[in-house]
């Protein structure tokens, strides 16, 4: 039932969308064939779980997740590498919507997850109504056709599959991975990690799939010792004694040099976060309330500070999230990409200057918060509902500035409509 209920859906309002992405063409068209195989893949893989038990081994089950977590980043990816696209906000709507094929990691409720993965994507899709819908309608049934799709797979999930995925329980756990959808879609690059916690208390408010567990989330990680930090350990600020996997250069975006040892050490007052690549498990632990940390050209990472602290500043980083207890001072974020943020207690301040995708998950701590943002765009303020959920509000990009008859200027809001 559960497995023909999501062929409906790939028969239904994705083919619809398929439809309207080759109408539409150009980079809409080919990103649409990425999201085709990440439904397939997806497709297979509730295939497996209907006819077998759940694989007791956690390795064995992140075996068969890999493909769709290929997928996901594949999407994401195309959307980075077409940031100068005129569909720029197509490919967005889909890059911040498809993680809620990551559903399949959330319990006990992965429906309302879909939900927040559907809302993430309505501010491009306002976008791509407010640019569109005077000009070609086939923009706005394609809008129409990627809602319906979510839409109706958070139905399905909260159907068929209420509490978390549902295994059969019959048959041998599956070991090997996913068989790989047929040829036609590019190869995927190297896989994001969409793992979540199965405990009951579950915030699946966290930034990333594998923060779904809230301030727990530090439970897993390993913990900094001495012997790892540059300043109780000479040894390793030789670079030849630093092992750095993968070799060339970070995106053009954060400059052309080559890539250089990572590095986590405390200098002082000064906690130092340096060219961590695809690095979940960064943990600052110990921290003293005057302590700063400092992030640079961070990639694909998360950094998780506990404990009260002065401030964090977040320099050229790509795709990377900062998750918090509690701040004195502020958080900055610089010449950054795809960055996120949440915090647990208090943050007074927020500045983001020169950034390109900003997301900020709140307390209800931290309603009072002020964000002084410049030369920025793709910010978001998520403010808690109280029942788990957040509500979504783009921080506003456009200014109208007027002369007054005192030539003095007065500058006001322009609100997106759309």
């Known amino acids: 039932m559960s497995f023909s209920a999501f062929n409906d859906i790939l028969q239904g309002p994705f083919a619809q969308y398929l439809q309207y992405s080759r109408k539409i063409g150009g980079d809409v068209a080919q990103h649409s064939q990425l999201v085709e195989r990440a439904f397939h893949t997806q497709l297979q893989f509730l295939q497996i779980a209907s006819q077998s038990a759940k694989p007791a081994n956690q390795n064995d089950l992140m075996n068969l997740l890999k493909p769709t977590s290929d997928s996901i980043m594949a999407i994401q990816e195309f959307r980075e590498k077409n940031r100068t696209s005129p569909f720029f906000n197509h490919l967005s709507a889909v890059s911040e919507s498809i993680p809620a094929l990551g559903w399949v990691t959330v319990s006990p409720a992965p429906a309302p997850y879909v939900k927040e993965m559907n809302d993430a994507g309505q501010f491009y899709t306002n976008r791509v109504l407010k640019d569109w819908k005077e000009k070609d309608k086939t923009h706005v049934e394609w809008v129409k056709a990627l809602i319906q799709i979510l839409t109706e797979l958070q139905a399905f999930v909260k159907q068929h599959h209420t509490t978390g995925l549902v295994w059969s329980g019959k048959g041998a756990a599956p070991r090997g991975g996913v068989p790989p959808p047929p040829p036609g879609a590019p190869a995927p690059p190297p896989p994001m990690n969409l793992s979540a916690s199965a405990d009951p208390g579950v915030d699946r408010s966290a930034?990333?799939?594998?923060?779904?567990?809230?301030?727990?989330?530090?439970?897993?990680?390993?913990?900094?010792?001495?012997?790892?930090?540059?300043?109780?350990?000479?040894?390793?600020?030789?670079?030849?004694?630093?092992?750095?996997?993968?070799?060339?250069?970070?995106?053009?975006?954060?400059?052309?040099?080559?890539?250089?040892?990572?590095?986590?050490?405390?200098?002082?007052?000064?906690?130092?976060?340096?060219?961590?690549?695809?690095?979940?498990?960064?943990?600052?632990?110990?921290?003293?309330?005057?302590?700063?940390?400092?992030?640079?050209?961070?990639?694909?990472?998360?950094?998780?500070?506990?404990?009260?602290?002065?401030?964090?500043?977040?320099?050229?980083?790509?795709?990377?999230?900062?998750?918090?207890?509690?701040?004195?001072?502020?958080?900055?974020?610089?010449?950054?990409?795809?960055?996120?943020?949440?915090?647990?207690?208090?943050?007074?301040?927020?500045?983001?200057?020169?950034?390109?995708?900003?997301?900020?998950?709140?307390?209800?701590?931290?309603?009072?918060?002020?964000?002084?943002?410049?030369k920025s765009s793709e910010m978001n303020v998520l403010i808690p509902k109280g029942n788990g959920d957040y509500t979504e509000i783009p921080i506003p990009e456009q200014f109208k500035t007027t002369i007054r008859p005192n030539k003095t200027l007065h500058t006001v809001v322009i609100e997106n409509k759309g």
């Not at 010449?335 to 949440?342: A, E, I, R, Y």
Request: net charge neutral; hydrophobic share 35%.
């Open 207 to 374: 930034l990333f799939a594998q923060l779904n567990q809230g301030a727990e989330v530090t439970s897993h990680l390993k913990k900094v010792t001495p012997d790892m930090q540059t300043h109780k350990n000479p040894a390793l600020k030789n670079p030849s004694a630093v092992s750095v996997k993968g070799s060339g250069s970070t995106n053009n975006a954060f400059g052309s040099q080559p890539d250089k040892p990572p590095k986590f050490a405390r200098e002082g007052k000064k906690w130092v976060i340096e060219f961590q690549k695809g690095n979940h498990q960064l943990v600052v632990e110990d921290a003293e309330m005057n302590n700063v940390v400092y992030l640079y050209k961070c990639v694909d990472s998360t950094v998780i500070v506990k404990g009260k602290i002065n401030s964090i500043v977040v320099d050229a980083c790509k795709k990377t999230a900062v998750v918090c207890d509690y701040l004195v001072a502020t958080i900055e974020f610089i010449n950054c990409q795809s960055v996120q943020m949440q915090v647990f207690g208090k943050v007074p301040t927020i500045s983001i200057d020169k950034t390109d995708g900003c997301q900020i998950y709140l307390s209800q701590e931290s309603l009072d918060v002020e964000i002084v943002s410049s």
